[in-house]
């Protein structure tokens, strides 16, 4: 992909997001900003994985996965989970334990369990759509990702 055309794809700011799941005994989690709502009824959203991510395989076949969006303050957060080993994305983060078995993060803005519903192959990604199972959220402001940078909400007001 050009780098002309990721940059133009920046200009459009996204929430930021960590997706987990739960498979074979383990837990899976990824930063993720292509998450979006798809249907109010029934509540479907969905978000996006490489193809050859090395945790695809866990994503697709655990049967659902928990979306957490992030505040402003856990941008130290979304570059844990951007890379490493599991066990080290998870070290030392607040998180809750659903009754689906997978884990929410503590302190995001909101969150959302899904089952799986659908894998949908799209180029070079799959498209996961989900059926939210359960959800919950906050008055937290969410973290934000526009031109290559994380900015609270606040920091993207017009100053006064």
């Known amino acids: 992909m050009s ?3 990721r940059d133009a794809l920046s200009c459009f700011a996204t929430g930021v997001t960590v997706v987990t799941a739960r498979h074979e005994a383990s837990d899976w989690g990824m930063t993720c900003n292509s998450f979006s ?3 109010l009824e029934p509540r479907l959203v969905l978000w996006s994985l490489r193809q050859n ?3 695809r395989a866990a994503f697709v076949n655990s049967g659902g996965y928990t979306v957490s969006i992030l505040s402003g303050q856990q941008e130290a957060l979304a ?3 951007s890379s490493g080993e599991m066990a080290q994305r998870f070290a030392g983060v607040d998180a809750e334990r659903l009754d689906s078995g ?3 993060i503590g302190a995001s803005s909101a ?3 899904c089952s799986l519903v ?3 192959a799209a180029g070079d990604h799959d498209i996961l759509l989900g059926e939210v199972k359960n959800f919950g959220w906050t ?3 969410p973290l934000i990702f526009a031109q290559s940078q994380f900015l609270p909400v606040r920091q993207l007001a017009a100053p006064s």
Do not use: H, M
């Open 3 to 5: 780098r002309s055309y």
């Open 37 to 39: 709502s798809v249907s």
């Open 53 to 55: 991510a090395s945790s």
């Open 79 to 81: 570059r844990q989970f």
């Open 102 to 104: 997978r884990l929410k």
């Open 111 to 113: 969150w959302f369990d």
């Open 118 to 120: 659908r894998v949908i």
């Open 139 to 141: 008055p937290a402001e």
